[in-house]
């Protein structure tokens, strides 16, 4: 399967714990993007790395969360300290270099705190 | 600050008919407008894109209009079916910058 694989599905935590998440892009992608998307929403822009570089990211992302994508290969997404308000689906996504190209998204881990 | 406006919010049309979702966008910089359907449990997949170059894009029974001056563009679904049933996202990105701001989404249902 060449598609993005992201680990794990779903994800049940208590409030104040930590959860990571792992995404495996397409391997000749080097550009890699984390979405957050809510129930009935779009998903919404985290950040975005070329190769191992972040490049950017938004003002979502709080200090509670970091990502990193160590050689440029997968990527991980913490959560520290988690809050019911980070309920929500984190999609990971890839495309090949800069440029119009369509992103290929992974199916998502569902977070959710209680 | 939402930069891409779309409706309606949800659609029910009949097998064969057309459906129609449009999007308005604010930010004259977009150059890359893409088209994304999205299952339940399912990551958004691309289904079709435009460049502002461009007023009509079509791809079999997909097709975008794109009105540069209006900054609209919408996704027509000819002989719809169900299994086009789904939720469909526009959304919009400088070419640079690549990061996609997405619509809201509408929730289509084609019936019998």
């Known amino acids: 399967d060449t598609g993005v694989s992201q680990n794990p599905r779903h994800k049940i935590t208590k409030r104040g714990q930590n959860v990571t998440f792992r995404c495996d892009p397409i391997s000749e992608h080097n550009r890699l993007y984390w979405y957050r998307q809510t129930l009935g929403q779009g998903p919404e822009f985290l950040t975005y790395f070329q190769n191992e570089a972040q490049l950017e990211k938004s003002r979502l992302l709080s200090d509670r969360f970091s990502a990193e994508r160590p050689k440029g290969s997968f990527s991980t997404l913490e959560i520290q300290r988690t809050e019911q308000g980070d309920s929500a689906m984190y999609l990971c996504?890839?495309?090949?270099?800069?440029?119009?190209?369509?992103?290929?998204f992974g199916s998502g881990t569902r977070l959710t705190v209680v | 600050q939402q930069q891409v406006k779309q409706s309606p919010q949800s659609l029910i049309v009949q097998k064969g008919g057309i459906s129609i979702i449009n999007c308005a966008y604010e930010n004259t910089a977009f150059d890359y407008f893409p088209w994304y359907q999205q299952f339940p449990g399912k990551g958004p997949a691309l289904l079709i894109a435009i460049r502002p170059d461009v007023s009509e894009k079509k791809e079999g029974r997909f097709t975008i209009s794109f009105n540069k001056s209006a900054k609209q563009f919408s996704l027509h679904i000819m002989d719809s079916q169900p299994g086009d049933s789904a939720t469909y996202f526009c959304a919009a990105s400088t070419g640079t910058a690549s990061k996609l701001t997405f619509g809201t989404g509408t929730r289509l249902q084609v019936t019998l």
């Open positions: 996504a890839s495309s090949p270099r800069q440029g119009y190209y369509g992103y290929t």
